[in-house]
């Protein structure tokens, strides 16, 4: 397993039929293990540990329809009143993060109307505001925690 740029977690694994899995928290079950998956577990966990997002306002992998088309978001980190305050976008660690990623989220970004993005091969992070009265967005060093604006 590679070392990630977060802080150091534990996980659970399992192995059957020769194949391992990781337990997702959030989803309730073991997920087969794969690069981006250990970046999504991490990024879970950080968000979780080091930012306080309650575990009842994150939703892992579930699909959304961008231009009729079927897609997934990674990780959404929801409001208690139901709007998206955060979408992440997660890569394998060998995938650079490019302009292509930050596409990517954006057209994500359309149907779901996030406030932040947050982008990471777990090696990179990358964190932005949208501005949508100019229809971009803006660099930060991090997101804010979840105290800062619940």
């Known amino acids: 397993m590679q070392k990630l740029n977060f802080p150091t977690y534990a996980f659970r694994f399992k192995n059957s039929e020769n194949k391992v899995s990781i337990f997702d928290e959030i989803r309730k079950k073991f997920v087969v293990f794969q690069p981006e998956e250990w970046v999504r577990q991490h990024c879970v966990k950080y968000l979780i540990e080091e930012k306080n997002y309650p575990i009842s306002l994150i939703n892992v992998e579930k699909e959304l329809k961008v231009n009729n088309l079927s897609k997934r978001y990674d990780i ?54 949208m501005d949508f009265d100019q229809s971009k967005y803006l660099f930060l060093k991090d997101i804010p925690n979840y105290d800062t604006w619940k």
């Open 76 to 129: 959404v980190i929801y409001r208690p009143d139901g709007r998206i305050f955060l979408i992440v976008e997660c890569k394998a660690p060998k995938i650079k993060i490019s302009q292509s990623t930050f596409d990517q989220i954006a057209r994500y970004n359309l149907t779901l109307n996030a406030e932040y993005l947050m982008v990471t091969n777990g090696l990179n992070h990358y964190y932005c505001q």
